[in-house]
Nanobody, 126 residues
Framework: QVQLVESGGGSVQAGGSLRLSCAAS????????MGWFRQAPGKEREGVAA????????YIADSVKGRFTISQDNAKNTVYLQMNSLKPEDTAMYYC???????????????????WGQGTPVTVSS
């Protein structure tokens, strides 16, 4: 079993930045697919970014490309989502997800992941 704990959410004005963290514990492997998703009220869960922790290969959704980056600190079993130039439409609950023992091959859909965090809220005001 893998446990995921997100942190770093909050309220910012448009144009601001936030860095979300996802700390993983439990049965993690050297090869994992870690992803960030978001879900706004009344909308479907949307993939934002993903990283293959064994290779460092990253995938970024077109909607946030150039503004968001995903990175990892393997020593801390932590994945980060750096969000810059935030817009009001980025407002959502942000979730971390993991699939142990597998790479990411594209920006995965939610069904690819086995483990989820509780989410951290992000609010961007205009």
């Amino acid at each position: 079993q893998v446990q995921l704990v997100e942190s770093g959410g909050g309220s910012v004005q448009a144009g601001g930045s936030l860095r979300l963290s996802c700390a993983a514990s439990g049965n993690t492997y050297s090869k994992n697919c870690m992803g960030w998703f978001r879900q706004a009220p009344g909308k479907e869960r949307e993939g934002v970014a993903a990283i293959s922790t064994g290779t460092g290969t990253t995938y970024i959704a077109d909607s946030v490309k150039g503004r968001f980056t995903i990175s990892q600190d393997n020593a801390k079993n932590t994945v980060y989502l750096q969000m810059n130039s935030l817009k009001p439409e980025d407002t959502a609950m942000y979730y971390c997800a993991a699939r142990s023992g597998s790479h990411c091959f594209v920006l995965p859909t939610p069904s690819y992941f086995r483990h989820w965090g509780q989410g951290t809220p992000v609010t961007v005001s205009s």
